[in-house]
């Protein structure tokens, strides 16, 4: 298996990301989410701001919420 979207192209969008629980009542489940081209960063910032956890998202952007 691979996380790449495009293995052949070894591409980096639409990659699959999965979440599993519901983080303790603090995230929705049963979701799916597309994130219409936005980094990766911007993903990890919508989960970690979420869950109440102040940090820093290393990468390009990182300082956008995916609407959830």
Do not use: F
């Amino acid at each position: 298996g691979t996380n790449l979207s495009n293995g052949q192209l070894h591409g980096k969008n639409n990659v699959p990301a999965l979440l599993g629980g519901h983080a303790g009542g603090k995230m929705k489940g049963n979701q799916h989410i597309r994130t219409n081209g936005e980094p990766m960063a911007n993903l990890l910032r919508t989960i970690v701001d979420e869950l109440g956890v102040d940090a820093t998202i290393p990468g390009p952007g990182g300082s956008s919420r995916l609407s959830v």
